[in-house]
């Protein structure tokens, strides 16, 4: 060899032999995730979820009803069935406001907690340093025993005020009346506590009246200011307004039951306002939202954005409590064990409308449902049945079915062997399965693998496929991310199980000296500084997304590894170069094909291919929605004394595995924004008119030859 090429043979092994090592780092620490939806993706969730809630409002006959979502990305949707009227015909709209009750306690434990790292409040210091001095305080049961942590967590052993009948008949007397906190106080005043403060557990409104009462004395001004400017605006929840009047800005109506304490059933709007004044609820609800920014909430609450996080251990720490079965209450949260895994949220009650806000911890979903009636019992029953099979539905991703699929085949003889599939969505409700199976079928040849096309069966409901050419026989089914398949003939039988393969060398972190393109944190959002087209759309999960032209550095850029994040569309109905199509070119000129090429044969075009030069050894792409990698050993062209260039060359792994080896580049690939060598470039992201996103992406300088 001569003398550069001997360097760059041991260069490029040593870098290989250091990617490799990175990769076994982070492989050993991934953990399986379902399909994280782009933008595009998200039509399709709410799509599903539409028709989900759509049913249980033909089964069970209330007015109406919505919901919000936010996923562990940060993408969120809402959708909307029913009425908002239901004499006019009136469709309730995912932007309509409802009245959310009781989950108003969550936002008002969190101001205390800011307060609490604040030093202003201490969780178990005495409410009488702060109500000491009122006139009434000595009549309030156990009124000496009682701490902050009491009143947050209920088990103060105060009596609950808004079930009294002498509270209801006030109500109905004068539904226009302003109430002030002390006049909501008034009604257990005297009353014997309902068991020593600290002793039990009782869910009472009254103490989060005397908490916000407490709140405003500490924060110096009223909780309401204090909700805003603490949680409202730095949260972005522009949705989320007091229920301090009778004219509430976009609410609708709801339908209240005959039951009603507070009097006035039927319908909740009457000649434009209110039928009675919602500002009696103050601090132990207060607010009007929609199911959308009531989820925003959840996944900002629970993701340790309201308060400190150093208090979120104490904040989640329930003790038994009566709402419901295996339930625990924390301080204003309520936790209990869903079909997903543990619950953190609140329910709320307000007459004429219910309300439940829910944060799957184990899959970092927010899901949040409103109600524009209180009076259908299924709702009342069912609510929380129904979010969770909601959730359930969100978290299967975009296409339950869509994916690869790992098994056995069992042979005719008895024997087994490793087999697998991938089952492709062409839209229009049609799947694609192809199955591979080593040794299914010995010849003279040896035992090369036995591979069978099946067709989805759009005329059968669920998951059945059927054999196509030569497989005709053949007969699959998927359920439950099970996949069997009978041959029907000597060939044997499939029984295969959903696999959650990403690649290793996903979520890998810049090594020390690399030079930082695009910079990734989990569910923050990432900055374009290093380029030029500001036009791409910053996603909440830490991503972007090619948005109004191409994007490429505003540095340039010699030889160096390489590291790129992307993630294609679900696109079904598309076909070829139209199906989630981009492309990274190293130094402006050198293109590497992104394209949803997942499940097709190897060509020029798909993705991993370096576009009209060389065409991939094999198809490691995963399918859309998933996220990949690109990690490439990236050689510049070097002028050389004549003025000729040598060639570019690339050693490029896609999720992990080598797909090129030292693979020469002659020139400039087809469509490249620059057209002749040059020993340095841009990194350019190409923009073909899909919502590719990327992230993560970085790269390590290496010396020159």
Same mark, same amino acid.
């Given at each position: 060899?001569?003398?550069?090429?001997?360097?760059?043979?041991?260069?490029?092994?040593?870098?290989?032999?250091?990617?490799?090592?990175?990769?076994?780092?982070?492989?050993?620490?991934?953990?399986?995730?379902?399909?994280?939806?782009?933008?595009?993706?998200?039509?399709?969730?709410?799509?599903?979820?539409?028709?989900?809630?759509?049913?249980?409002?033909?089964?069970?006959?209330?007015?109406?009803?919505?919901?919000?979502?936010?996923?562990?990305?940060?993408?969120?949707?809402?959708?909307?069935?029913?009425?908002?009227?239901?004499?006019?015909?009136?469709?309730?709209?995912?932007?309509?406001?409802?009245?959310?009750?009781?989950?108003?306690?969550?936002?008002?434990?969190?101001?205390?907690?800011?307060?609490?790292?604040?030093?202003?409040?201490?969780?178990?210091?005495?409410?009488?340093?702060?109500?000491?001095?009122?006139?009434?305080?000595?009549?309030?049961?156990?009124?000496?025993?009682?701490?902050?942590?009491?009143?947050?967590?209920?088990?103060?052993?105060?009596?609950?005020?808004?079930?009294?009948?002498?509270?209801?008949?006030?109500?109905?007397?004068?539904?226009?009346?302003?109430?002030?906190?002390?006049?909501?106080?008034?009604?257990?005043?005297?009353?014997?506590?309902?068991?020593?403060?600290?002793?039990?557990?009782?869910?009472?409104?009254?103490?989060?009246?005397?908490?916000?009462?407490?709140?405003?004395?500490?924060?110096?001004?009223?909780?309401?200011?204090?909700?805003?400017?603490?949680?409202?605006?730095?949260? *972005? &929840?522009?949705? +989320?307004?007091?229920?301090?009047? %009778?004219?509430?800005?976009? !609410?609708? $109506? @709801?339908? #209240?039951?005959?039951?009603?304490?507070?009097?006035?059933?039927?319908?909740?709007?009457?000649?434009?306002?209110?039928?009675?004044?919602?500002?009696?609820?103050?601090?132990?609800? *207060? &607010?009007?939202? +929609?199911?959308?920014?009531?989820? %925003?909430?959840?996944?900002? !609450?629970? $993701? @340790?954005? #309201?308060?400190?996080?150093?208090?979120?251990?104490?904040?989640?720490?329930?003790?038994?409590?009566?709402?419901?079965?295996?339930?625990?209450?924390?301080?204003?949260?309520?936790?209990?064990?869903?079909?997903?895994?543990?619950?953190?949220?609140?329910?709320?009650?307000?007459?004429?409308?219910?309300?439940?806000?829910?944060?799957?911890?184990?899959?970092?979903?927010?899901?949040?449902?409103?109600?524009?009636?209180?009076?259908?019992?299924?709702?009342?029953?069912?609510?929380?049945?129904?979010?969770?099979?909601?959730?359930?539905?969100?978290?299967?991703?975009?296409?339950?079915?869509?994916?690869?699929?790992?098994?056995?085949?069992?042979?005719?003889?008895?024997?087994?062997?490793?087999?697998?599939?991938?089952?492709?969505?062409?839209?229009?409700?049609?799947?694609?399965?192809?199955?591979?199976?080593?040794?299914?079928?010995?010849?003279?040849?040896?035992?090369?693998?036995?591979?069978?096309?099946?067709?989805?069966?759009?005329?059968?409901?669920?998951?059945?496929?059927?054999?196509?050419?030569?497989?005709?026989?053949?007969?699959?089914?998927?359920?439950?991310?099970?996949?069997?398949?009978?041959?029907?003939?000597?060939?044997?039988?499939?029984?295969?199980?959903?696999?959650?393969?990403?690649?290793?060398?996903?979520?890998?972190?810049?090594?020390?000296?690399?030079?930082?393109?695009?910079?990734?944190?989990?569910?923050?959002?990432?900055?374009?500084?290093?380029?030029?087209?500001?036009?791409?759309?910053?996603?909440?999960?830490?991503?972007?997304?090619?948005?109004?032209?191409?994007?490429?550095?505003?540095?340039?850029?010699?030889?160096?590894?390489?590291?790129?994040?992307?993630?294609?569309?679900?696109?079904?109905?598309?076909?070829?170069?139209?199906?989630?199509?981009?492309?990274?070119?190293?130094?402006?000129?050198?293109?590497?094909?992104?394209?949803?090429?997942?499940?097709?044969?190897?060509?020029?075009?798909?993705?991993?291919?370096?576009?009209?030069?060389?065409?991939?050894?094999?198809?490691?792409?995963?399918?859309?929605?998933?996220?990949?990698?690109?990690?490439?050993?990236?050689?510049?062209?070097?002028?050389?004394?004549?003025?000729?260039?040598?060639?570019?060359?690339?050693?490029?792994?896609?999720?992990?595995?080598?797909?090129?080896?030292?693979?020469?580049?002659?020139?400039?690939?087809?469509?490249?924004?620059?057209?002749?060598?040059?020993?340095?470039?841009?990194?350019?992201?190409?923009?073909?008119?899909?919502?590719?996103?990327?992230?993560?992406?970085?790269?390590?300088?290496?010396?020159?030859?």
């Amino acid at each position: 060899m001569r003398s550069n090429e001997t360097l760059r043979f041991y260069l490029t092994a040593a870098l290989q032999i250091l990617l490799l090592l990175l990769i076994f780092t982070v492989a050993s620490q991934l953990e399986a995730a379902p399909q994280a939806a782009s933008p595009n993706g998200v039509a399709i969730l709410e799509k599903r979820l539409h028709t989900l809630l759509e049913s249980y409002r033909t089964e069970h006959g209330f007015a109406g009803a919505s919901v919000g979502f936010v996923l562990e990305s940060g993408l969120q949707g809402a959708v909307a069935v029913g009425h908002s009227d239901i004499e006019a015909g009136v469709p309730l709209a995912v932007t309509d406001r409802l009245l959310s009750g009781s989950i108003g306690k969550t936002y008002v434990a969190a101001v205390a907690l800011q307060l609490v790292a604040e030093k202003r409040l201490d969780l178990d210091g005495k409410i009488s340093r702060w109500l000491g001095g009122e006139e009434w305080f000595s009549r309030l049961p156990s009124a000496d025993d009682i701490t902050v942590r009491m009143l947050m967590n209920h088990t103060s052993g105060i009596p609950e005020h808004v079930l009294l009948p002498a509270f209801g008949e006030a109500i109905a007397a004068d539904p226009d009346r302003l109430w002030a906190p002390a006049e909501l106080v008034e009604y257990i005043l005297g009353k014997e506590p309902l068991f020593a403060a600290g002793d039990g557990w009782s869910y009472a409104d009254t103490n989060y009246i005397l908490l916000g009462m407490i709140i405003e004395k500490a924060a110096g001004q009223t909780y309401y200011d204090a909700l805003k400017n603490r949680i409202l605006e730095p949260l *972005g &929840l522009k949705e +989320t307004l007091p229920s301090d009047s %009778r004219t509430i800005p976009g !609410l609708v $109506n @709801g339908y #209240a039951s005959e039951r009603s304490p507070f009097g006035k059933p039927g319908r909740t709007i009457r000649d434009g306002a209110f039928v009675v004044n919602p500002q009696l609820e103050w601090t132990g609800g *207060g &607010l009007a939202s +929609t199911p959308l920014d009531l989820a %925003r909430w959840g996944h900002a !609450l629970f $993701n @340790g954005r #309201a308060f400190d996080t150093a208090l979120m251990d104490q904040f989640l720490d329930g003790l038994p409590a009566a709402t419901g079965k295996g339930d625990r209450y924390g301080l204003g949260v309520q936790i209990w064990t869903t079909p997903l895994g543990a619950g953190y949220g609140h329910g709320g009650w307000f007459p004429g409308y219910i309300s439940l806000m829910t944060y799957y911890k184990d899959h970092g979903l927010a899901v949040a449902i409103q109600f524009n009636t209180s009076r259908s019992v299924a709702v009342r029953t069912h609510m929380r049945n129904w979010l969770d099979a909601l959730a359930a539905c969100l978290e299967e991703g975009i296409d339950p079915i869509m994916g690869e699929y790992e098994g056995l085949a069992l042979k005719a003889d008895g024997s087994m062997t490793r087999a697998s599939a991938k089952v492709i969505a062409e839209g229009n409700g049609q799947h694609r399965m192809v199955l591979a199976a080593h040794g299914m079928a010995p010849t003279a040849h040896g035992s090369p693998p036995v591979t069978a096309t099946l067709q989805r069966d759009t005329e059968a409901e669920g998951g059945l496929f059927v054999g196509t050419g030569d497989a005709s026989s053949w007969k699959g089914a998927i359920a439950k991310g099970e996949l069997t398949v009978a041959t029907g003939d000597a060939m044997g039988s499939f029984v295969l199980v959903k696999s959650d393969r990403r690649s290793p060398t996903e979520g890998l972190a810049p090594p020390e000296g690399a030079v930082v393109l695009l910079p990734y944190e989990k569910r923050k959002p990432t900055t374009l500084e290093a380029w030029n087209n500001k036009n791409w759309i910053v996603l909440p999960d830490g991503s972007v997304m090619v948005n109004r032209g191409p994007n490429r550095t505003v540095a340039h850029h010699r030889s160096g590894l390489f590291h790129i994040e992307f993630k294609t569309p679900y696109q079904p109905e598309a076909r070829g170069q139209g199906r989630g199509n981009s492309g990274v070119y190293f130094g402006s000129r050198y293109e590497i094909q992104i394209l949803d090429s997942f499940g097709l044969e190897p060509g020029m075009g798909d993705c991993g291919s370096i576009y009209g030069v060389a065409i991939t050894g094999q198809n490691v792409s995963l399918p859309p929605e998933v996220w990949q990698t690109f990690d490439v050993i990236y050689r510049a062209p070097r002028q050389k004394d004549d003025g000729t260039f040598e060639m570019a060359r690339m050693t490029v792994f896609h999720n992990g595995i080598k797909i090129h080896e030292d693979q020469a580049v002659p020139g400039p690939t087809t469509a490249a924004p620059e057209k002749q060598n040059a020993e340095t470039g841009r990194l350019y992201l190409q923009d073909h008119g899909n919502p590719v996103c990327y992230r993560n992406i970085w790269y390590l300088e290496l010396p020159e030859h």
